[in-house]
Each structure stands twice: as structure tokens, then as C-alpha cells.
């Protein structure tokens, strides 16, 4: 098997060491870490100086090459286990009806299995506009997540903030956008799903991010230092019917990421975008029949028209279902103020 680079650490400082060689991509995940007299040592894939332990040569056993659902199924021989869960850093988010009848030694095994440290429930999604999560913590009580995701670090508490992994192509796409050098308003920025990829990956050059959740705030505001591009976003606190006036006219690109309509938004929208125009993102929900006739397309456009503006459609992305016969549908417009 032959030695391999090991960090060393006190029992009680296991958690800060993994976390710390997680960041820096030099946790060997494919070897089990080894717990010694009052200390515990974790693979690493390089033997790199550092503050956090000390580094040995040691030998470590691999884990075995089964797959989780085998794993979970095998730690709880007796429970119907779910088909998939989500992984948020060292947390393992359950789907909302999964494992009700579990308990302690429940969650134990399940954080053994999927080699995570902490458990959650998912919980329907309030449906008042600062859709806020509802998250149940069941192994662990620190609901803070640090996940990664295209090159993107996004911080929040998941018992406080909503994330939905469903919309990873949309967070995906973002990042990919011809879009740099541009300054965006982010009408709804929760904790920068949009805006952060927009800064990271597509190298705009500002972002004006408008919320009004402080629990996404501090979520944002955390994010935004992780991806070490907090001096090109400013974040206007409070209810963008009251911040977005503030940005009359500075808009290459709009965001308008509310659902299940951005609609009320749509007025300050336009008004923020540049005197000759730019792109709008607009999310809404929208039935499958007005997907299929092309009426949700085109009664968008009316109304955007409406507001005195010249309208192109660039683009329609299908993020994902929302409930049956639902689709979260972004429209991509191209506007010019008449
Ligand atoms: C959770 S995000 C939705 C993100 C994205 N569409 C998704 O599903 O991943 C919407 C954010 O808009 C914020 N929000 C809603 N209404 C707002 C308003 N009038 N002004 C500022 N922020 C608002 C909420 O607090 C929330 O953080």
C-alpha cells in the first residue's frame, strides 16, 4: 500500500484540518483517515508545509470502491433508504420524506456512510419572497455550508437560506455568459447564486446586488470575500422597490431571479439598464401550455413593450419543474429603452 503524506492534528482540531486540506484540494478522499492516541491524522495527496499539524509519512487503508447507495443501504439493513440526497460541504442534506422514523444512531450511520460529518432534513421552501429554507439539522447543530461548485465557493446556513441544486445549469450558465466587463444589477441576489458566477467566471466587471434577507446578506457578504471579489460588488440592503431607483441608467445586465414571478420587478428592471439598453435574465414560472403555444414568450414581450421598450428575445433556458406541469423558465431579453 506505501506510505502517504498525513496531517497530524489534536482529536479536537479534526474537524479544522480536514475542513482546511478540503479547501485546498489535498484531502485524499480515497483512503480512510486513521485515529491515534488523543490525535487523528487525514490523507493528503501532497506533503505540503502548514501551521494547522504536523506532516508524517503513514500508511493508510483505502476505502472500499462501493457505491454510497450500497454503503447506506448496508449501514441501515432495515430502513428504506433514500435514492438521493444532496452533499453541501460536509453535510448531507435528506429529501423531506426521507428516514422520518430515524433517530441518533440513525444519522450516525448516515454520515459514516456518505463520509460526511453532519445530517439535515430538506423542508418545503417558505413561499413568502425571501424563500426562506426550513431545514432540519439532525446530526450536528451548525448549519453552516461552504460549498463548492463551478469554481464557486457559496457560504450559507442551511437552515436559514435556500439553495436548490436544481438550478445548477442556470448558476452554470451564468458563469459562462458573454458578459465581461459588464455592470449588472442582481434585483434578487440571495446569496449571489447568479451574481458570484457572474464575477468569477465571467469576469464582469461590477454587480450591484440588491436583498433583503439578512440571513442571505450575511451569506453574500461571506461569499463574495471566499471568492475574494467582495470590492466589485456593493450589496444595497432592504426592499429593491426602494434600492433599485438608486441605479437608474448603470445597467448593461439585469437579474430578476424571484419566483414564482419577477413581474413586479420588471418597471425597475428597465430603468436600471443603461440609456442605450442591455440584457434582462427574467425568471418566472410558467405553465407548460404557455411553454408549448409560445404564449408565456409572447406576452412577456408585450409587456416589457408596454413599458417602452424595443425587445429581442435572445433566449429562453429551461432551468428545471417547479410542481407538475410547472416549468422555472429564464428569458433572456435583449432591451432598448425607446
Ligand atoms: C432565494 S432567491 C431565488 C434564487 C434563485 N431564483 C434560485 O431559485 O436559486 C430570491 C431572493 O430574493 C430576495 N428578495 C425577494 N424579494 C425581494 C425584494 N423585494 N427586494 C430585495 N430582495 C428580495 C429574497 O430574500 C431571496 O434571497
Redesign the pocket.
Known amino acids: 500500500m506505501g506510505l502517504r503524506p498525513a496531517l497530524i492534528v489534536p482529536t479536537h482540531r479534526a474537524d479544522d484540518a480536514r475542513s482546511w486540506a478540503l479547501e485546498r484540494g489535498l484531502l485524499d478522499t480515497s483512503f480512510h483517515p486513521l485515529s491515534l492516541d488523543g490525535e487523528v491524522a487525514w490523507p493528503l495527496t501532497d506533503a505540503i508545509q502548514c501551521d494547522i499539524g504536523r506532516i508524517e509519512k503513514m500508511e493508510f487503508q483505502p476505502r472500499m470502491a462501493i457505491d454510497p447507495h450500497t454503503r447506506l443501504q448496508q449501514a441501515l439493513p432495515n430502513m428504506k433508504t433514500p435514492r438521493r440526497w444532496e452533499i453541501l460541504d460536509d453535510l448531507v442534506l435528506l429529501p423531506q420524506d426521507a428516514l422520518l422514523d430515524g433517530d441518533e444512531s440513525t444519522w450516525i450511520a448516515v454520515a459514516q456512510a456518505l463520509h460526511c460529518q453532519r445530517v439535515a432534513r430538506q423542508a418545503e421552501i417558505e413561499s413568502g ?3 426562506r429554507s426550513q431545514v432540519e439539522m439532525l446530526l450536528g447543530n451548525y448549519g453552516w455550508v461552504n460549498h463548492l461548485e463551478n469554481g464557486v465557493r457559496y457560504l450559507f446556513d442551511v437552515t436559514k ?4 441544486s436544481g ?1 445548477i445549469t442556470e448558476r452554470r450558465r451564468m458563469g459562462n455568459t458573454d458578459s465581461a466587463g459588464d455592470i449588472v444589477v442582481d ?5 449571489g ?2 451574481s458570484i458566477p457572474l464575477l468569477v467566471n465571467a469576469g464582469v466587471s461590477y454587480v450591484h446586488a ?4 439578512p440571513d ?1 446578506i450575511e451569506g453574500l457578504t461571506k461569499g463574495l470575500s471566499a471568492n475574494k471579489v467582495a470590492e466589485r460588488c456593493r450589496i444595497l440592503r ?4 426602494d ?1 433599485a431607483p438608486l441605479l437608474k441608467g448603470v445597467a448593461d445586465r439585469v437579474l430578476l ?3 414564482p414571478s419577477s413581474k ?2 420588471w418597471p425597475l428592471a428597465v430603468e436600471c439598464l443603461k440609456i442605450e439598453g442591455g440584457v434582462i435574465h427574467v ?1 418566472m414560472n410558467a405553465t407548460e401550455e404557455s411553454l408549448e403555444d409560445g404564449t408565456f414568450v409572447s406576452t412577456t414581450v408585450e409587456e416589457f413593450e408596454t413599458l417602452g421598450c424595443k425587445v429581442e428575445v435572445l433566449h429562453l433556458e429551461d432551468v428545471k419543474s417547479y410542481s407538475p406541469h410547472i416549468r ?1 423558465v429564464v428569458l433572456d431579453l435583449k432591451v432598448t429603452k425607446l
Request: hydrophobic share 35%; glycine share 10%.
Open positions: 419572497p425571501k424563500r437560506v435556500m439553495f436548490s438550478n434585483m434578487f441576489a440571495g446569496i447564486y447568479y440588491c436583498e433583503m434577507n442571505s432592504g426592499d429593491n422597490q434600492t431571479g424571484l419566483l413586479e420587478a425568471h422555472h
